[in-house]
């Protein structure tokens, strides 16, 4: 621009140099050889990019087409299979078959070709006669046609199976025909399946689809002129055996009018149509030797996309050569900015460094609180296992005096009957010391059973579920309370259970009955006439449930809502432990722990609890 002004000046002041300089008519000109050069290699390159996104999409719809095609044969191609195994079918085909069957079967098949879509559907003799047909009602119905000179008719009967597409002899449309054979040779059943749905939705959607057999005969095509075409020349002799077949009427089979330009382009058109460039791709049809092609146009798409471009490139290659002028100008003040640009880039990376490294140490930090809590959720995870322990533990002080009262009573007698076998074996009465002996054993069982009942109580959980005894639970449950029972005048009732067992660790069950009566004693303390009753309800289909029933002043309802959370207690040196660690036993056998209110006052839990056979 600069040039251009100091041209302008010159001329002005110099008349006699009215002309442009040399250097700006040689840039001019440079100008104009890059903004054509620019066009063209723009122009190529878009018309090459449009004709690749075209091919994809014309790849696309064959794809889309070659499925919904392949969809459609094959929805068809089992039928025959499926008629051929009926057995009313086969027995038409039989010499002296019931009076009315060909036309029960011929009716039969007409529900099922209007059910399936299918054209016509019809059953030929080993001659080729037609006995039974669904057009039969029909006025040019097939019944009583031979079809024995059709090619499907006869691969059929030859290999069991066979097919073909041709024209009808009577109806004059297109088809494909299926054949399959009845048996060992009884008949053949023949399904036959147009197409005119499939050319309309082609038709409808404007798109240049067609399909052709192994010869390049277009047998199904979106333009209906196009059928019966071929894509190149058939010879006489194959076009007399055509229509010796009857496959295709009358028609000429004159190639179609494409014509190869390079590659998969062809040109479209012929005498007065104007002739347009496609791309012509293709594929094959799964499971038959039919081929299916479209026709995609290009002319217009890439036309466009080719004077865009060229635009484009043209303006990019002005706009370029303008900036070029503009960027001489003004290169000092670009490199004052590219210098402030790289110092305000020094302190944004510090900035970003420094912000890096506060994150990474909020990421430690972060890292060690997590730790942290893990550890945390691990102690408190212990510590809950250590005091649920500590609750059975601390729940053993609540029947340690029942259980001395009961183990001082076979001390005491032990001690008796260990002086008197003394006596007795100075005195040599043998026979009387062996009895006392016998005695003192029985005394150290009872003592056995007893403190197994507070081992058991005081160990952790084992998780067995297997058959136990309801009788053993009871009783070992009562030797624990008993006494303590006794001593406080509680009237304590316990049913017998005789051959009823649940599923569960016998041990575990006793513990959690231990507590519920422990618990039932304590809840009628002070009352006049205090009562605890254990009932059995063997009702519940599949299950057992054992219930502790006592006449105290009752649990309100807020508090029996949280009666089995942990650490929850209505005694005043309680751990609330109790009722959480019998209805975590309780569920871990398989059962449910549950409280409700007396119907006459009170309280009364349940235990409901697997049933299981009694073991032997």
């Known amino acids: 621009m600069q040039a251009l002004h100091a041209s302008a000046g010159e001329a002005a002041g110099d008349p006699a140099r009215q002309g442009p300089r040399p250097a700006t008519v040689v840039a001019a000109v440079l100008g104009f050889a890059a903004m054509a050069l620019a066009a063209w290699l723009a122009g190529a390159h878009a018309e090459r990019r449009a004709l690749a996104d075209l091919r994809r999409s014309a790849q696309s719809t064959l794809v889309i087409q070659t499925a919904a095609l392949h969809t459609e044969l094959r929805r068809q191609g089992a039928l025959p299979l499926a008629l051929a195994a009926d057995p009313e079918i086969a027995a038409v085909l039989a010499e002296g078959h019931a009076p009315g069957l060909d036309r029960r079967v011929s009716t039969r098949l007409a529900e099922i070709a209007a059910a399936t879509g299918s054209a016509v559907i019809y059953v030929m003799r080993p001659d080729g006669l037609t006995v039974a047909a669904s057009n039969f009602a029909e006025e040019r119905s097939f019944l009583g046609r031979n079809y024995a ?11 069991g199976s066979g097919s073909q597409f ?32 499939v050319e309309s939705t082609w038709a409808a959607a404007r798109e240049q689809v067609f399909v052709t057999d192994p010869r390049g005969i277009v047998l199904v095509a979106s333009n209906r002129a196009w059928q019966f075409r071929t894509l190149r020349p058939i010879g006489a002799e194959d076009q007399a055996r055509s229509r010796e077949a009857l496959e295709f009427g009358e028609a000429d089979l004159e190639p179609m009018p494409v014509y190869p330009v390079r590659d998969d382009m062809v040109r479209v058109g012929r005498g007065a149509e104007p002739a347009r460039l496609a791309l012509m791709l293709d594929a094959a049809v799964p ?22 471009a060229r635009l484009i490139a043209i303006l990019a290659t002005g706009l370029a050569c ?23 880039g020094a302190e944004l990376e510090a900035r970003v460094a420094e912000r890096t490294q506060a994150l990474s140490e909020a990421n430690r930090r972060l890292r060690d609180e997590i730790e942290e809590r893990r550890r945390s959720e691990a102690e408190r995870e212990r510590l809950g296992r250590e005091l649920a322990h500590a609750g059975r533990l601390a729940a053993l002080g609540q029947f340690a005096a029942s259980m001395a009262h009961e183990i001082n009573q076979p001390l005491a007698a032990i ?45 952790r959980a084992s998780g067995r579920r297997e058959p136990v005894p309801v009788e053993t639970v009871l009783q070992g449950s009562l030797e624990v309370v008993a006494a303590r029972a006794q001593a406080a005048g509680t009237a304590l009732s316990v049913p017998p259970a005789p051959g009823l067992a649940v599923m569960g660790d016998g041990p575990r069950l006793e513990q959690v009955l231990i507590n519920l009566l422990q618990n039932a004693l304590d809840a009628v303390t002070g009352r006049p006439d205090p009562s605890v009753a254990v009932q059995l309800l063997t009702d519940i289909p599949g299950r057992v449930a054992i219930e502790v029933r006592d006449n105290g002043t009752g649990i309100p309802e807020a508090e029996r809502a949280q009666i089995f959370d942990a650490f929850f207690t209505t005694k005043p040196d309680g751990l609330g432990l109790g ?38």
């Open 415 to 459: 001690r008796s009957y260990a002086d008197n076998t003394g006596i007795l074996v100075r005195r040599g009465r043998t026979e009387d010391a062996a009895e006392n002996a016998a005695a003192i054993g029985r005394l150290t069982d009872r003592i056995g059973g007893l403190t197994r009942q507070l081992k058991g109580f005081a160990r």
């Open 166 to 197: 041709a024209l009808g002899t009577v109806s004059g449309r297109p088809g494909l025909y299926l054949a399959r054979r009845i048996g060992d040779g009884a008949g053949v059943v023949v399904v036959k399946m147009e197409f005119e749905a």
């Open 322 to 344: 303008l900036g070029l002028a503009m960027v001489l100008g003004r290169r000092a003040r670009i490199r004052a900015r590219l210098a402030e640009a790289a110092a305000r």
């Open 579 to 616: 009722l959480a660690i019998a209805r975590g036993i309780v569920e871990g056998c398989g059962g449910a722990l549950s409280v409700r209110a007396g119907e006459g006052g009170g309280t009364v839990f349940r235990m409901e609890l697997d049933r299981a056979d009694a073991p032997a």
């Open 287 to 308: 499971e038959t030797a039919w081929r299916i092609h479209t026709l995609t146009p290009v002319g217009a798409s890439a036309e466009r996309e080719r004077i865009q």
């Open 149 to 159: 000179f059709r090619p499907y008719f006869r691969d059929a009967m030859a290999t």
